[in-house]
């Protein structure tokens, strides 16, 4: 994966961690599948990292009560809904890269965190070699980097502004075009080479979503926020009022409302 200019506006994004629950119930359901596929028994230090607002490390904390649970994220706006919430959670404000355990965890777990992160060549071996012998590795990342709601937002970068004309820097552009992750290959092959078991699959959800635009405000609680900050004042409305409309093209509402979002995900799992 190429690094850089994409994770430094990625660091440098504010959440809008009201905005990314209003999605929750869907985003629970990849995150519950990964949890259920973890195979320990009884973990008794857990790292969730990328935890956002903490929905899915309170239900960690609450499958191995006993265990010592760290949510960990980049965003002191997640972070701080996070805490408001009573939990014996260990909350860390740190970005992923940077990231080192106080304690040698049996468990790092990360859902829909680490395609924001760049250099996975690097990263998954080192948070492998972080574990505990016996821990584990549990990671779902987003794989619809080719759906029309994202290629959509190349798209209108490069010709959505008036009269068919280029919205916010060559370097934004470039940013958004990289490949966010790598071949399903390639996972398979960083693991297998420092683990005793690996497990990868993939699982398409057909999100059933209600609302004027519901596309646009999904895409606009996550993949969206760093590319807003990379647009001025004046080229952001014209920017999500074209989008939108080309949204509306791809995803149309269906005869009783609801609009269809498909959304497909990569899971790994992988014991040491």
Known sequence: MSSGIHHAQIAGTRWDADLYSKFSDHRLRPALELLDRVPLVAPSVICDLGCGTGNVTRIISERWPSAKVYGVDSSREMLGKATAESAKIQWVEEDIQRWQPGELPDLIYSNA????????RELFPR????????GCLAVQI???WNAPSHRLVHATLTNGGPNGTALGAE????????????????????????TKSVDIWQT?????????DPVLEWVKSAWLRPILAGLDDMERPIFLAEYASRLRTAYPARADGHTLYPFRHLFMIATV
Do not use: F, K, M
Request: include cysteine.
């Open 127 to 134: 948070l492998v070699g972080l574990l505990r012998p016996g």
């Open 142 to 144: 987003s794989l619809n």
């Open 171 to 194: 370097t934004l552009r470039q940013a958004v075009a990289r490949d966010w992750i790598e071949e399903i290959e390639v996972y398979y092959d960083l693991l297998a080479g420092c």
């Open 113 to 120: 965190a680490l395609h924001w992160v760049p250099g996975h």
């Open 204 to 212: 398409e959800y057909l999100h059933v979503l209600e609302g004027g």
